[in-house]
Each structure stands twice: as structure tokens, then as C-alpha cells.
């Protein structure tokens, strides 16, 4: 069966990185786009972007453009979602979700990854 | 960007109650939204795709409909699983933008 096994949480200070990792499995990886989508505590949803991993493009919402950074190693099925400059509103839980059709709807879903920005 | 907007934000609701949860898109997303169910400290689950299809292994208690602007999300016959919270998200027009949130809480 198809998983998204995500990295697990990061405490960050204002202005650092982090490095998101979800590893998939029950598919072939290349197949479908891997998106992200994060959730601060007690908020919506909100989209970031996606990531081909067959092709290494990429696709960022422009509030993110910059900032981020999707990639993928093949050889282990897995994706990475990276942050840069981050600030206390990037606290968030970073989930990772799979497009498996033709549109941008997300059947599968890492477990996500809590990240926490604070001095 | 499509604002999309959930009413109610809160719902209280008893078991074998049947709840409606609508949401509205600032401007025409056709038929492309899906519906989602979330529970605390869990991932999204996908309910419906396409307005009213439902995804599979999903009960036949809920049930999605409508297009353009106004959709909504049914459940029949509300099952102490269901309270949760939910989210719409249109894939018409990129980005991808999901609703705030209604939360079903038990009356």
C-alpha cells in the first residue's frame, strides 16, 4: 500500500533552514508529483508547491518563491522539502501529499512534520 | 488567488444527526474540489474528489455536490468517527487553495 514516511520534528532559530524528508513506498516513485502542504497550529490549510520527481521540476506558490526548495533522490524514493530564513510564522506541521491523477487533489498523505521556529 | 469559505466554522451536532457543511469559492472553480476529513494530530484524509465522487473505502454517508461557486458536503447520519474537522479545496485554478475549516463537534 502506498506511504509517505516523513522526517521528524526540527526546532530552528529565526533565520535558519530546515530540511523536510518524506520517503515513499507501494508505488513507483517517479509516477506521481510529490506536493507539500503545511498547517500552522490551529489554522487551515495551505498549499506550498509541488515537485515532479521524475523530472526534478518544480512548481512554487509565490509567497514561497525563494524560499523554497524541492528535491528528490531517486535511488530512495524520497522527496525533500527545504525552508530557508525562517521566521516564527513558519511554525508549522509540514505534510507531504501525493497526486496520483490528473489533478490536484491529494490522496496520500505523509504523517507530517512539526517544525518549530523560535529564538 | 480563489478564496474558498467554509460556513459554518463550528458545528455541534448529535449522533444520527444529518449535517451539512457548505463551502463557497470567490470565483468559478467548476466542479474541481474535493472535500477532506482531519482529525487532531492527523493527516487530511481525502472524502470526495470532483464535487461528488467519493473516494473509495469512504462511507456512503457522505456526499458531496454542487458547481461553480457553492458546494456542499453532507453527511447522512452523523457516526461518533465523524467529529472532525473538514476542509474543501478547489484544483481549478492554481494555487490550489483549501477553505478555513469546519469543525464537527459533538452537541
Known amino acids: 500500500q502506498v506511504q509517505l514516511v516523513q522526517s521528524g520534528a526540527e526546532v530552528k532559530k529565526p533565520g535558519a533552514s530546515v530540511k523536510v524528508s518524506c520517503k515513499a513506498s507501494g508505488y513507483t516513485f517517479s509516477n506521481f508529483d510529490i506536493n507539500w502542504v503545511r498547517q500552522a497550529t490551529g489554522q487551515g490549510l495551505e498549499w506550498m508547491g509541488w515537485m515532479n520527481p521524475n523530472s526534478g521540476n518544480t512548481g512554487y506558490v509565490q509567497k514561497f518563491q525563494g524560499r523554497v526548495t524541492m528535491t528528490r533522490n531517486t535511488s530512495i524514493s524520497t522527496a525533500y522539502m527545504e525552508l530557508s530564513s525562517l521566521r516564527s510564522d513558519d511554525t508549522a506541521v509540514y505534510y507531504c501529499?501525493?497526486?496520483?491523477?490528473?489533478?490536484?487533489?491529494?490522496?496520500?498523505w505523509g504523517q507530517g512534520t512539526l517544525v518549530t521556529v523560535s529564538s | 488567488d480563489i478564496q474558498m469559505t467554509q460556513s459554518p466554522s463550528t458545528l455541534s451536532a448529535s449522533v444520527g444527526d444529518r449535517v451539512t457543511i457548505t463551502c463557497r469559492a470567490s470565483q468559478s472553480v467548476s466542479s474541481w474540489l474535493a472535500w477532506y476529513q482531519q482529525k487532531p494530530g492527523k493527516a487530511p484524509k481525502l472524502l470526495m474528489y470532483?464535487?461528488?465522487s467519493l473516494e473509495g473505502g469512504v462511507p456512503s454517508r457522505f456526499s458531496g455536490s454542487g458547481s461553480g461557486t457553492e458546494f456542499t458536503l453532507t453527511i447522512s447520519s452523523l457516526q461518533p468517527d465523524d467529529f472532525a474537522t473538514y476542509y474543501c479545496q478547489e484544483y481549478n485554478s492554481y494555487p490550489w487553495t483549501f477553505g478555513q475549516g469546519t469543525k464537527v463537534e459533538i452537541k
Open positions: 501529499a501525493l497526486r496520483v491523477g490528473t489533478y490536484y487533489y491529494f490522496a496520500y
Open positions: 470532483k464535487a461528488s
